[in-house]
């Protein structure tokens, strides 16, 4: 999540699509395979998309929730996530939140919980002062 990177302009979009739609079917594979830490990893792999097209944005935010709804065992899930994901996952729990979808809401708090127990507080100051890499 480096803030020195330049974000993509909206001619280069349909690029950034392309690359999500085909991220969506490695991670249905690794769904099919029963592989959810795995889908969840190559889901936040590349978050967010360097742009401002909210395309592009939603579109990510898509197969990223795709993979959260997956998960079943948070705690298992936290003794195979890298903690360099830990942030960018924390900013997609609360764009979860603001969904309102009671299911997204219940499995964010869930992830939300246990992240927050293992990352600390800082994980949250710095998904909610991060404003450069909007999810």
Not at 36 to 47: D, F, H, R
Not at 105 to 132: M, W
Request: glycine share 6%.
């Amino acid at each position: 999540m480096a803030g020195t990177e330049k974000f993509v302009e909206a001619d280069n979009a349909e690029a950034i699509i392309t690359r999500i739609e085909h991220k969506s079917r490695k991670i249905e594979s690794l769904l099919k395979q029963n592989k959810p830490v795995e889908a969840l990893k190559t889901a936040l792999e590349g978050s967010p998309p360097m742009t401002r097209d909210e395309r592009c944005k939603s579109a990510n935010w898509i197969v990223v929730h795709r993979a959260l709804m997956a998960i079943k065992d948070v705690d298992g899930m936290f003794s195979s996530l890298d903690p360099e994901y830990y942030d960018i996952l924390m900013k997609y729990l609360y764009r979860g939140l603001s969904t309102g979808d009671r299911p997204t809401c219940d499995q964010c708090l869930r992830i939300h919980e246990k992240l927050t127990e293992r990352a600390g507080l800082g994980c949250i100051l710095r998904s909610l002062a991060d404003t450069v890499n909007a999810v």
